[in-house]
């Protein structure tokens, strides 16, 4: 399983690439059934839920934006 390493500024670090990240790479992931985790680069916490939430809520917004 990969993991992903969520920086206090909200970047994002795949750790199996060497390099940082974003959102659409962590789309990318989810459209190729990739299986990743996210966490916290102090705390080690699990963050895969929130970010993914955020992600989505963005999308979403930006959506509707759109189509405003």
């Known amino acids: 399983m990969k993991t992903i390493k969520r920086y206090p ?4 670090y795949d ?7 974003s959102g659409p790479n962590l789309r990318e992931y989810i459209h190729r059934n990739e ?10 916490e699990d ?6 939430g955020q992600l989505f809520i963005e ?4 959506s509707n934006n759109k189509h405003s």
């Open 9 to 12: 500024n909200r970047l994002l």
């Open 15 to 21: 750790t199996v690439l060497s390099r940082f990240i």
């Open 35 to 44: 299986s990743f985790r996210i966490v916290d680069s102090k705390s080690g």
């Open 47 to 52: 963050m895969t839920v929130p970010v993914l």
């Open 59 to 62: 999308e979403l917004s930006s």
